[in-house]
């Protein structure tokens, strides 16, 4: 071949400014959801609440969620769950994965709860902290300190 037919021949751009990227993949890896999570809606707080264990019902667990204010969640309410809508049974059209039910509960009611259950503690923590004052002897006072602290361990 004559040099001036190689040179027409090889007008090519250089393969570093050629882009192969087509898909990219996730920068980090991500461990997978087991349970789908539904969008934040306000003034509403989503939990999953077991119906059945190894494929026997559970009513008694979630019939006392329901009377505790949970009701559970349709699937026409939640388009980007839809996927896991029940079509059989009690729950036909509710949100349902692996014997777990998608339920929501007024906001208002998750801060009542909370602060009923700060106050049984309180009130049990006061309970034991009498109690072992009552035991207490002048000549060795018993010290209890109610504090707590998070240390982490040092990196090699």
Same mark, same amino acid.
């Given at each position: 071949?004559? !040099? #001036? +037919? /190689?040179?027409?021949?090889?007008? @090519?751009?250089?393969?570093?400014?050629?882009?192969?990227?087509?898909?990219?993949?996730?920068?980090?890896?991500?461990? !997978? #959801? +087991? /349970?789908?999570?539904?969008?934040? @809606?306000?003034?509403?707080?989503?939990?999953?609440?077991?119906?059945?264990?190894?494929?026997?019902?559970?009513?008694?667990?979630?019939?006392?969620?329901?009377?505790?204010?949970?009701?559970?969640?349709?699937?026409?309410?939640?388009?980007?769950?839809?996927?896991?809508?029940?079509?059989?049974?009690?729950?036909?059209?509710?949100?349902?994965?692996?014997?777990?039910?998608?339920?929501?509960?007024?906001?208002?009611?998750?801060?009542?709860?909370?602060?009923?259950?700060?106050?049984?503690?309180?009130?049990?923590?006061?309970?034991?902290?009498?109690?072992?004052?009552?035991?207490?002897?002048?000549?060795?006072?018993?010290?209890?300190?109610?504090?707590?602290?998070?240390?982490?361990?040092?990196?090699?």
């Amino acid at each position: 071949m004559a !040099p #001036e +037919t /190689l040179e027409k021949s090889q007008n @090519r751009s250089t393969r570093e400014l050629d882009s192969r990227n087509t898909f990219s993949r996730p920068a980090t890896w991500q461990l !997978p #959801e +087991t /349970l789908p999570a539904p969008d934040d @809606r306000p003034g509403w707080k989503h939990r999953y609440i077991r119906i059945s264990i190894l494929g026997t019902s559970d009513a008694t667990n979630i019939s006392s969620k329901l009377r505790e204010g949970y009701e559970p969640c349709k699937g026409e309410d939640y388009p980007e769950l839809v996927m896991h809508a029940n079509t059989e049974g009690r729950f036909k059209g509710n949100i349902e994965v692996g014997g777990l039910l998608l339920c929501r509960i007024p906001a208002e009611f998750v801060v009542q709860r909370n602060a009923h259950y700060a106050r049984v503690t309180r009130a049990q923590t006061e309970a034991v902290d009498n109690n072992l004052m009552r035991q207490s002897d002048p000549r060795m006072p018993l010290f209890n300190e109610r504090k707590s602290s998070t240390s982490f361990g040092k990196g090699s």
